[in-house]
């Protein structure tokens, strides 16, 4: 080789080193500015139960974070478990035909976050498994017919842990559910394989804690920014908590529910949460008299669901702390919020001689009128679409970020969050995925909204389940209660608690809006006979 050459070769060698360095470099610089997320999804939590929102339960972590961030009062859910789970997955509304919520032409987070560059899992509930073995009364039965499009562990999530449909005993995950509510063993899986053993000292919300920890210790300091999603069955029923910390609230709830949400509102005001222009909500039609009930057991079962709620806030504790520990709590956005509003269901009635909250073995709920006052100062509760069923408490912190005991007050919905998170990667919303045409994103992001600043919102939001049904247009919601049987209209800026129909005086708006809802049902593939 030549002089000419070897100086030559000496400057490519120069150059392909100085590419590689600063290339490493800026790699290395991009990700430290990308922050780490945790999204905490609790389950059938009410707007009301959380202490910054003016319940009775101690979250004094939940608490915390509130106060050092911003809490949102105008955040929307879908109302049930499942569509809220594929809407938060997808950024899009759930679609109702078939194959399901989650389908290969829709980019989940997971996926979208990994091809970021981030590492990804999820711990704790996932209920959008297909498997036609799914449901019978066998541990682990779904792992021998089961669609990988519906599998967190193949759809994005480099780890997964926790129960792949509904909701299980907390502290025997592999113990039948009761005749009543149709005698199945509830399916966990452990990245890609059933899980068919458990401690004797097993508490679900500990141990989707513990995986969740582990992954953000093995993420910690890395190369890569991490993505932790916690999805917590608390505090579904089946009603199941420690004895120490039932404890803490043997007596709490003996004023009733219609004092308690009474309780509730006067915080809220105090909090500047609600507007003083309000009106508390009357009396649920499916709830009942508290003078009448048996109170003993009535205080006993919101008591079990205060332990449960409080065992949460000790776990995001726990997290916390493991960011501080690890190095990683000044780059770390958390979000917290629920699926749906308190529920009103209760499998296997409310009869203190065959019902008993608290351990393992039995399977009680907190029924119609817990339910509903968990919501408070809202109407209704889960699976309907009235405030109290679609609005849940949401807490944003990221320090140096987000204001610090900031309350939003805008609109947004759970399908804002896939395009919040892109953003925060420095990433895009992609049109395929693995070779197939993605739908495109239905949501809009809200970094500005956590910074403090405004955004252009939806032109409309919409919901739907099991013959509930709504739509929001600015301040305008259209609304159907399918007890009630009729269109309802509302406008929230001045009536959030939705008292006043004025469908009557707007008769052509109700028009209007009745046909906006059909075209949204039409895209999102329900059946004309459901609406």
């Not at 981030?118 to 066998?138: A, D, F, I, N, V």
Request: charged share 25%; proline share 5%; with cysteine.
């Amino acid at each position: 080789m030549n002089f000419t050459n070897r100086l030559y070769f000496r400057r490519v060698m120069r150059a392909l080193f100085m590419s590689f360095l600063f290339g490493g470099l800026l790699t290395a610089y991009s990700n430290a500015l990308r922050p780490n997320i945790i999204l905490i999804m609790c389950d059938d939590m009410g707007f009301s139960d959380i202490g910054c929102y003016g319940g009775q339960a101690r979250t004094p972590n939940i608490d915390k974070l509130a106060t050092q961030g911003m809490r949102f009062t105008q955040f929307y859910n879908n109302a049930k478990c499942t569509t809220t789970r594929a809407s938060i997955l997808t950024g899009l509304y759930p679609r109702f035909g078939k194959p399901g919520h989650l389908r290969s032409n829709m980019v989940t987070l997971g996926e979208a976050l990994k091809e970021a560059g981030y590492r990804t899992s999820l711990s704790g509930k996932w209920h959008l498994l297909r498997s036609k073995t799914q449901k019978q009364k066998t541990p682990g039965s779904w792992f021998k017919d089961f669609d990988k499009v519906s599998h967190p562990f193949y759809r994005g999530f480099d780890r997964y842990y926790g129960v792949l449909d509904g909701c299980c005993n907390f502290f025997n995950p592999l113990q039948a559910d009761p005749k009543y509510k149709g005698g199945r063993i509830r399916n966990f899986g452990l990245d890609g394989q059933p899980v068919l053993e458990f401690a004797e000292d097993y508490y679900t919300t500990d141990a989707f804690t513990d995986h969740a920890i582990q992954t953000i210790e093995q993420s910690a300091g890395k190369d890569q920014p991490f993505f932790v999603h916690i999805t917590y069955t608390a505090p579904h029923y089946p009603l199941h908590a420690k004895p120490e910390d039932i404890a803490k609230y043997r007596h709490r709830f003996k004023m009733g529910w219609n004092e308690m949400r009474k309780q509730r509102w006067e915080r809220q005001k105090q909090m500047k949460l609600v507007d003083e222009s309000w009106t508390l909500t009357g009396e649920d039609s499916k709830s009942y008299s508290w003078e009448e009930s048996n109170q003993d057991f009535e205080n006993h079962r919101m008591a079990v669901y205060a332990a449960m709620i409080d065992s949460m806030d000790q776990n995001i504790g726990r997290l916390v702390k493991t960011l501080d520990r690890t190095g990683a709590i000044d780059n770390t956005v958390i979000l917290f919020l629920s699926d749906n509003g308190g529920c009103s269901e209760e499998p296997g009635g409310r009869d203190p001689s065959k019902r008993n909250a608290g351990p393992g073995d039995d399977y009680v709920a907190v029924g119609p009128a817990w339910g509903w006052a968990q919501n408070a100062p809202f109407r209704r509760y889960k699976s309907w679409v009235h405030e109290g069923g679609i609005t849940t408490p949401m807490v944003a912190w990221w320090p140096g970020k987000v204001p610090a005991g900031a309350i939003n007050r805008q609109p947004a919905h759970i399908i804002d969050l896939l395009p919040t998170f892109l953003e925060l990667a420095g990433s895009e919303y992609p049109k395929t995925y693995k070779g197939h045409e993605i739908l495109p994103c239905e949501g809009l992001s809200m970094v500005s909204l956590l910074k403090g600043q405004s955004r252009k919102g939806h032109d409309q939001l919409a919901w739907f389940w099991s013959g509930n049904k709504a739509i929001r247009q600015g301040d305008w919601k259209l609304v159907w209660d399918k007890l009630i049987k009729k269109w309802e209209l509302y406008n929230l800026s001045v009536d959030r608690c939705e008292t006043k129909d004025l469908s009557v005086a707007h008769p052509e708006r109700v028009e209007a809006m009745q046909e906006a809802y059909r075209v949204w049902a039409e895209k999102v593939e329900l059946k004309s006979s459901k609406l």
